[in-house]
């Protein structure tokens, strides 16, 4: 008897049956489930945007067995490790699976980002590959001493699981302390008694965390270190309208001047019209000006050991070493973050950078914010939909902001949890 997956390559269903399976609801095995939904996904235009839908939020334990299975077919293989459907969680698997193309593995490490490239570093078949290790060595996001590790001989290349954030250097030992390097701005202070107080053992931390950051990301800082600070979006959408107000060109052409013979009678109604709000402008104007004065290790430094005002301008620095400096400040609220995961004007590696740190994705309102964010990009959106509320789901599928393939998955989803709650 000929299998469903030959029928539908043959056309020889019925539209209704093609539909349902678009949305994997035919009764056959998970692995021809997949398989057909790849096809469809590949290869119809009628029900090939549903068939997307339902594989990008699929079983996982039945995506992994297929990536596993060296008996999957190629083109199942192949849509499971494009860069545009990859999943992390099934990366390692695909990777050592013998029968996924080197040519495949090869496109991939070309434009993997960060969180891909610690994957393809942890995979034996992918670093035994001579295309694949000259392909990853010329990758931005790979690190200096990881591309000498790959230089001299792969196989013995570790990669530390990375930390949601570096700890106080209160519980280590002496010798466990990293030096300090030329390249950090200020000196590390020597590790204090909890006698001190406690002022000064979280400026030792702070100051830690700053030589930490340094000596983890000093390739990234030198191929940037000479770039000015430029906030995504502008300086309007940085500092907000408010911040540039409209003002009749009476005011502009004559500005009260000290002992000017114009200032006697008119300088004091100036001086009080509560619309100037001369102190408020000139807080905001140095907080900006400082930052402006800034390298880039100088705002590295200040994103780490900085205000809350500070954090939020920096974060939508276009220079992503530095905006990644703010997610690993020690004094970062979960509230910024919240506010983080939701701006526009942020770079969409910052967004992926959220999603890598632990604490930031216990976190309900974060990972909310992050799939209603039309910023965030569309494969993370559709890998975090599943965690999302039901009432959360039916605000995104009505949310023009975001992308049809998201507003249709929250829909669809959505409707499956009202369905699920009545049957109760």
Known sequence: MARTIDQIRASKLPSNMMQFAARGALQVPAAENIEILVYLALHNKVFGELARMTLAGWDEKACLAAASDPQTTREVLDYFISPDNVR?????????????????????????????????????????????VNTLSSNPYLR???????????SDLVIPPSAP??????????????????????AVSAPTSPSEGDHTAASDGHDEAVAVYMKDHAA????????????????????????????????????????SPASGTAAKPAAANPAVKLPVESKRENTLQKINRLDVKGRIQLALKGSKEERSILIRD??????????????LSDGEVEKFASQKNVLETVLRQITLKRRFMKNYIVIRNLCANPRTPLDLGLGLMKNLLIQDLKNISANKEVSETIRKLALKMYKQKLDEANKK
Request: charged fraction near 25%; proline fraction near 13%; aromatic fraction near 4%.
């Open 88 to 132: 992390p969680k099934l990366l390692h698997a695909l990777l050592e699976n013998p029968s996924v193309p080197e040519a495949q593995i090869v496109k991939l490490a070309m434009s993997a980002m960060r969180d891909t490239v610690e994957i393809i570093l942890k995979s034996r078949r992918a670093l035994s590959l001579p295309r694949v």
């Open 144 to 154: 200096k001493e990881e591309a000498a590790q790959l230089r001299s001989k792969p």
């Open 165 to 186: 954030a570096p700890a106080p250097a209160t519980e280590a030992s002496p010798a466990a302390q990293p030096s300090p390097a030329a390249s950090v701005a200020e």
């Open 220 to 259: 990234d800082i030198a191929a940037e270190s000479d770039k000015p600070f430029q906030p995504i979006g502008g300086v309007v959408e940085l500092l907000g309208q408010d911040y540039f107000p409209v003002v009749d060109s009476a005011e502009i052409s004559a500005p009260p001047e000290p002992g």
């Open 318 to 331: 276009g220079t992503k070493v530095v905006a990644f400096a703010v997610l690993e400040a020690p004094k």
